[in-house]
């Protein structure tokens, strides 16, 4: 119902949003390493790896399908769009997963990515803030997710960027 609904214009803007995550990643740490903080890369590194692994751990104990696997029908979700939307449709042409949605692993990291950044530069934060926001929403248009995958992802971030704040702030026991 969503992509019948979108105009082309917004479905390519959906898409560029997605395949921002393939840079989120890379730039995040790029910048971290710039700012000249050795120690504070591992972490940052850490921290993006520690959503990973712990979405990978997540697809084995709850194997849910994302839309494109699920729902009947399928192909006709494959939409039409210009470069971004063909991109993507190349990507899960040849990389598709089937069991791997349940958290969004692309929401949850590029949510981490961002609380890491948000440390080392706020003003660069905003503008990914907001594209980061986009990503988040673009996972149902595109079809890659249901609305739950996204929460649930956002929702795993936000967990462990407690968790690991917390940890941080707790005076180690001698």
Not at 4 to 9: E, G
Not at 60 to 76: E, Q, T, V, Y
Request: proline share 6%; glycine share 6%.
């Amino acid at each position: 119902w969503v992509i019948a609904h979108l105009s082309p214009i917004a479905i390519e803007f959906f898409a560029l949003a997605y395949c921002s995550y393939y840079l989120i990643i890379p730039g995040t740490l790029f910048l971290v390493y710039r700012k000249n903080y050795p120690h504070e890369l591992t972490a940052a590194t850490t921290r993006i790896c520690l959503t990973m692994y712990t979405c990978y751990l997540l697809f084995m104990l709850i194997p849910a399908r994302g839309p494109h696997h699920a729902l009947p029908g399928a192909n006709r979700l494959l939409i039409e769009g210009g470069f971004f939307t063909n991109m993507l449709h190349e990507i899960q042409n040849v990389e598709s997963v089937e069991g791997a949605a349940f958290p969004s692993s692309h929401v949850a990291v590029a949510w981490v990515a961002l609380f890491v950044l948000r440390r080392y530069n706020k003003k660069l934060a905003w503008p990914l803030g907001l594209l980061i926001g986009a990503l988040t929403l673009s996972v149902v248009p595109m079809g890659y997710h249901f609305s739950l995958d996204a929460l649930g992802g956002m929702a795993l971030a936000f967990g462990l960027n407690a968790a690991l704040k917390r940890r941080a702030n707790c005076p180690e026991k001698t």
